[in-house]
């Protein structure tokens, strides 16, 4: 279970770096290429621990399914982004498949 915790980490992590991209303007802002370029380090490290237990596929899938959906909200909430009924939807069939690959995937020996 805590390869899962891992994994849900790691992906919570890739949001944090997402989403630090669009703060560094090209690089060019010191705060934000720190917390991006920690949260990378942070990020890949869980994912690292999180492979040793789950499938790499399971693990890749479920690692950017979570930033895909972490960044969408927060580009929906924060940033202006469509808030429309398709979009969530999508979002939705992505997190179906996520809680799916959890269910489906049984640890690595």
Known sequence: ?????????????????????????????PIPIIWTVVSVIISFYLMSLAV???????????WTG????????????FLGESQDLARVFCILMIVSGIVGLKLVSAPIE
């Not at 994994?7 to 060019?28: D, Q, R």
């Not at 979570?66 to 909430?77: K, R, S």
């Open 1 to 29: 279970m805590q390869h899962w915790i891992f994994i849900i980490l790691a992906g919570f992590f890739e949001c944090i770096w997402a989403i630090g991209l669009k703060y560094t303007e090209g690089f060019t802002k």
């Open 66 to 77: 979570i930033g895909a959906v972490g960044v969408a909200i927060f580009g929906m909430l």
């Open 52 to 62: 040793q237990k789950i499938p790499m596929g399971t693990a890749y899938a479920v």
